[in-house]
């Protein structure tokens, strides 16, 4: 399935403010086997939205958005998304009486938040723990928007319950990675060495340069976990076989952190003299 995603935001457009929003679900999406077609990034005007998400949705299965879930005039994420899916909201009563709860019953504030309350009723509510905006899916027969909050804290909490409702409704499959780091080696060299291996599709073998290293991230879809770690385990085995001088370490290992480790194995000290770095090298290594 393809998705595309849509950040709203004049913000965004003025360079205010960096669309991490959208790096953050793309990579999430990829460990759900959702590929990523296409970013896009709209500011606050009603009919530009409306046409994007238009054009979206004739190219994608699924859409979601970043911003415009607030209580304000100018938030019509929500309104514009339900537009265009052909529904009509209503006022959701689980919401209405949370948002009672988050003000304390204070009416006045409860009033001026209540838009965000209103969903279709075809709607699946995904709550906001970290702020009063809910996200939603809307859903039809062949296509589907996921609506979330802009504030990036908001926006990752409320998309972990998307990852939650996701695997216990649509997930066909499961979808696992690791990741090999790499020292002392440039990404083209890499690449040339692990030849037709970077052609594999499941899994498959993607390099990315970083500073001051390389990952080689390989991905796997399968039937169980088990099957999908099978398939990991015997391509990484044959990737280390190539580049074994290079490759020191996985997931979440960090260089210094293999370095310390290695010099507390073989009980060896270590000293630094450094010129116009700041004690940089020092620093990193005592930060282990």
């Given amino acids: 399935m393809n998705a595309e995603i849509i950040a709203t935001g004049t913000e965004l457009l003025l360079g205010n403010i960096v669309n991490t929003n959208s790096q953050y679900?793309?990579?999430?999406?990829?460990?759900?086997?959702?590929?990523?077609?296409?970013?896009?990034?709209?500011?606050?005007?009603?009919?530009?939205?409306?046409?994007?998400?238009?054009?979206?949705?004739?190219?994608?299965?699924?859409?979601?958005?970043?911003?415009?879930?607030?209580?304000?005039?100018?938030?019509?994420?929500?309104?514009?998304?339900?537009?265009?899916?052909?529904?009509?909201?209503?006022?959701?009563?689980?919401?209405?009486?949370?948002?009672?709860?988050?003000?304390?019953?204070?009416?006045?504030?409860?009033?001026?938040?209540?838009?965000?309350?209103?969903?279709?009723?075809?709607?699946?509510?995904?709550?906001?723990?970290?702020?009063?905006?809910?996200?939603?899916?809307?859903?039809?027969?062949?296509?589907?928007?996921?609506?979330?909050?802009?504030?990036?804290?908001?926006?990752?909490?409320?998309f972990a319950q998307f990852v939650n409702w996701w695997e216990k409704n649509r997930a066909d499959s499961t979808i696992r990675s690791r990741v090999l780091r790499l020292a002392g080696i440039g990404e083209s060299d890499a690449a040339a060495r692990l030849g037709d291996l970077l052609d594999r599709e499941n899994p498959s073998l993607a390099p990315l340069a970083k500073p001051?290293?390389?990952?080689?991230?390989i991905t796997g879809r399968g039937k169980s976990p088990e099957e999908v770690d099978t398939a990991i385990a015997a391509l990484e085995k044959e990737v280390r076989a190539i580049l074994s001088d290079y490759v020191y370490g996985a997931d979440e290992d960090t260089l210094e952190g293999t370095i310390v480790d290695l010099l507390i194995k073989k009980d060896y000290t270590i000293a630094t003299a450094e010129s116009l770095t700041g004690g940089l090298l020092a620093a990193t290594l005592v930060n282990v």
């Fill in 25 to 158: 679900i793309a990579q999430e999406l990829s460990l759900l086997g959702l590929g990523v077609y296409r970013i896009t990034e709209v500011g606050d005007n009603p009919k530009r939205l409306k046409q994007a998400l238009k054009e979206s949705l004739s190219r994608s299965d699924i859409v979601f958005t970043t911003g415009g879930l607030g209580p304000t005039k100018d938030d019509l994420s929500k309104e514009i998304a339900v537009d265009v899916m052909q529904m009509e909201s209503v006022l959701h009563e689980p919401t209405h009486t949370r948002l009672r709860m988050q003000f304390n019953g204070e009416e006045d504030r409860v009033q001026n938040n209540i838009k965000q309350a209103y969903f279709p009723p075809e709607a699946i509510v995904l709550n906001n723990e970290k702020g009063t905006a809910p996200g939603c899916i809307l859903p039809s027969a062949d296509k589907m928007i996921v609506l979330l909050p802009g504030p990036p804290h908001e926006m990752r909490a409320v």
């Fill in 212 to 217: 001051y290293e390389v990952t080689l991230r």
